[in-house]
């Protein structure tokens, strides 16, 4: 019997009330379980318990036994001095904290702990794969809401990490992170690197010259580090060497980027081609995107395509058949997935604005579901994403939830977990 399991049926109550006593015999009556403390001290705050004749307000400890209150030492720490109830699964040691003691053995049901041991021992792609088909699809809907919150709110740490680095700069945490968008999976962290090393104002001074920023990005890149393999190569490098003087710039490592198992339109090449004409376009992408009301606005800002020179080029100096060299669809998706929905989403939610907020999720919404190994495992067990709103979700619940075996935490565990007891779902033996 785990304490997370405990915490869980006292937070919702999952036992029999019937005759609830302490040790000494005095009864007892839950009027509030109080709130879950997820730090130092307590398990639960502010509950409200009538234990005789005397209401007590205060805090709750929970333990899987009594004598874990001397294992864990609480007899010695200040916070723990004003328990109003011990409650514990098994009451093995009398007196140990002073306060009324309640033990819930035999009073909880055995089918709830028959699921929460399958689901937390199972060896399944998900604990509840087997058991999935009983979800019904609010509590599924309910689920997934939650989870793309989540999804974005753990995005939200990164990009807010960024911002203080960046000294609050909207535009310049935007900045960096479309370089990483750009970057895609395997090329993200040199990507990051290059815009960490190239401040945006340093190119904001060189916006109107597509050369110059080209030069900067390739630049630092260390792309123009040895000898020029054409003409072109050689005059980036003759003015990327003039500024870099000017500005005092360190490039990264060449050998940071990867081509291996890349398709040439997705080579960093391109990729830093593609993101010079963004900048070329507007280096003040943020204000840009706060304007922005529809997804079609969105991508039209962002669908850029190359120089003249890299229509006939992947690489420096080896020449190929002309192509524009337009970013793709989806790409673009993911940038809006990855990039623009999550800052808009952050930003929303430092200003309290609630409709930007729903802008960000709409956005999500009106963008095909990814295809990845976690969708489409989801779609073999029925859950089939209608959009990148719902896959993300679905990566998340997968990541961050049933990976971890977080039943209890899960919309679909908790549905699972508290099943009447006369559903199929009890028989446990007969899903295994």
């Known amino acids: 019997m785990s304490e997370e399991l405990i915490y869980y049926i006292w937070q919702h109550r999952l036992f029999d009330h019937g005759a609830l006593l302490t040790r000494e015999g005095e009864a007892i009556e839950i009027m509030m379980p109080g709130q879950r403390n997820n730090d130092a001290g307590p398990d639960f705050t502010n509950a409200r318990i009538r234990i005789g004749d005397t209401l007590w307000a205060g805090n709750v400890e929970i333990h899987q036994k009594s004598s874990d209150w001397l294992y864990h030492k609480h007899q010695y720490d200040p916070s723990f001095a004003n328990i109003i109830l011990h409650v514990v699964y098994e ?73 203080t680095r960046s000294v609050n700069s909207w535009e310049e945490t935007m900045y960096q992170l479309t370089a990483r968008g750009f970057g895609l999976k395997v090329n993200r962290e ?27 990005l390739f630049g630092q890149a260390g792309m123009l580090n040895d000898q020029p393999l054409d003409e072109y190569q050689a005059k980036l490098q003759r003015e990327y060497r003039y500024l870099q003087h000017k500005y005092q710039l360190r490039p990264i490592q060449s050998h940071s980027w990867k081509f291996m198992r890349l398709r040439p339109p997705s080579f960093p090449t391109v ?34 395509s190359t120089s003249e020179y890299w229509e006939t080029h992947y690489t420096f100096g080896k020449e190929s058949p002309r192509k524009v ?108």
């Open 325 to 432: 060299k337009e970013l793709g669809s989806e790409t673009l998706h993911l940038l809006v997935i990855n990039t623009i929905a999550p800052i808009l989403f952050t930003y929303a939610r430092h200003k309290g604005d609630m409709d930007l907020q729903d802008r960000a999720l709409e956005w999500l919404e009106q963008i095909k579901a990814e295809q990845n190994e976690i969708t489409k495992h989801w779609a073999d067990l029925g859950r089939k994403s209608k959009s990148a709103y719902e896959s993300q979700a679905l990566i998340q619940l997968k990541n961050e939830h049933c990976d971890h075996k977080k039943c209890l935490n899960c919309a679909i565990g908790n549905n699972l977990l508290r099943k009447p007891v006369e559903t199929s779902i009890v028989n446990i033996a007969t899903i295994a």
């Open 271 to 304: 990729r830093l081609a593609q993101f010079a004409m963004l900048l070329h376009r507007s280096v003040h992408l943020f204000s840009k995107v706060l304007e922005i009301k529809g997804l079609d606005d969105i991508e039209e800002l962002f669908k850029v």
């Open 190 to 216: 040199p990507f990051e690197l290059l815009a960490c090393s190239l401040p945006l104002n340093i190119i904001a001074k060189q916006k109107l010259d597509l050369g110059s920023i080209e030069a900067l």
């Open 91 to 163: 009451d093995d040691k009398a007196g140990v904290t002073g306060s009324p003691t309640l033990e819930l053995k035999g009073r909880i049901q055995e089918s709830l702990l028959s699921r929460y041991h399958y689901l937390l021992n199972n060896t399944q792609w998900i604990p509840c794969e087997k058991m999935l088909r009983d979800v019904d699809e609010f509590t599924f809907t309910l689920c997934l809401e939650r989870m793309v919150i989540e999804r974005l709110e753990q995005k939200t740490l990164a990009i807010e990490a960024l911002l």
